[in-house]
């Protein structure tokens, strides 16, 4: 009896690592296709320009040809280039006041296309657009010469004028460093707005996944609809608020019309692909810590909130 029950016992055992094997290798098939283009998309490409970075590279007639300088290109971003670090650190400014506008500017458009009234799914599809119809080039040729030019830079002069805002506030003694914030933040409205529709469909997305049965339960305890939202809603949400910040922050630094982007691209058609695939690397470098370390302290503020 003790042996047919070991040998059954034995058997069971390698039913279940066989399962688990299939498991196993099934989903190694699941992410072979992520996998292949991460080696062949990212990581080959990476270590390519790692090594372009560390030589200078001359056109002649047999090709590209490398000539090893080690740092010498990291040294000229970091020593040389003062305009690479500006545009750096004026990035990291940008973001500080653009990303907080971007994300409250959704959550306040998601709340109010979350409510049922006539006409929601036309304006859903409104405040979307954007993001299907354009792309960092179509709105930085917007913004230069549509809004800048002509009658219509005219009217975007009057709609869009921050002068006598500036004037106003500074007499009343607000300091002028926040002044220049907030005129800047102002005039640029049209296009943070254009930059909301993807943070929009992910909040929308997260407030039609909170059960109605935690408002009613609400509405029942008696609490108000500004307790309903910071207990229930905002806490709730909060994960997809994070999501909405890393990517705002990502769109932001892979924006055309992004200072460093543009160096990228002015460097690369002056045939200086060392340096411009230089300053690539060290920008990448810059948003992946930034990134991390804003994943990192919302993460925890987003763990507190939720426990």
Do not use: C
Not at 76 to 89: G, L, N, Q, S
Not at 104 to 128: E, N, P, Q, V
Not at 140 to 159: H, M, P, Y
Request: proline share 2%.
């Amino acid at each position: 009896m003790r042996k047919d029950k070991l040998e059954k016992t034995e058997l069971a055992k390698k039913k279940r690592t066989g399962l688990a094997e299939r498991k196993a290798r099934w989903g190694w098939v699941f992410i072979a296709p992520w996998l292949v283009g991460f080696i062949f998309f990212f990581a080959i490409p990476l270590i390519n320009s790692i090594y372009y970075t560390l030589t200078e590279i001359q056109i002649n007639e047999e090709g590209l040809n490398f000539s090893w300088v080690g740092l010498d290109n990291y040294v000229k971003a970091f020593t040389v280039d003062a305009e690479f670090t500006r545009a750096i650190v004026n990035s990291i400014l940008n973001i500080i006041y653009q990303v907080p506008v971007i994300v409250f500017f959704s959550l306040f458009i998601a709340l109010i296309l979350h409510g049922d009234f006539r006409g929601r799914t036309l304006m859903r599809s409104i405040f979307f657009l954007p993001v299907i119809i354009s792309s960092g080039v179509v709105i930085t040729i917007l913004q230069e010469n549509v809004l800048a030019s002509g009658t219509a830079g005219e009217t975007a002069a009057t709609l869009f004028q921050t002068g006598a805002l500036s004037e106003t506030l500074i007499k009343a003694g607000l300091p002028a460093r926040f002044v220049e914030i907030l005129t800047r933040t102002v005039g640029q409205i049209f296009d943070l707005t254009w930059k909301s529709g993807v943070q929009i469909l992910l909040i929308l997305s997260a407030l039609h996944s909170i059960p109605e049965s935690m408002y009613e339960a609400a509405k029942m305890e008696g609490a108000t609809a500004w307790e309903t939202f910071w207990k229930i809603t905002f806490i709730l949400i909060s994960p997809t608020l994070v999501l909405a910040v890393i990517y705002s922050i990502i769109d932001y630094f892979t924006d055309y019309s992004n200072q460093v982007m543009r160096m990228i691209v002015e460097y690369t058609g002056q045939g200086r692909y060392e340096y411009s695939t230089t300053i690539s690397i060290v920008y990448f470098a810059v948003v992946m810590v930034l990134i991390m370390l804003v994943n990192l302290i919302l993460n925890r503020a987003s763990n507190k909130a939720l426990n």
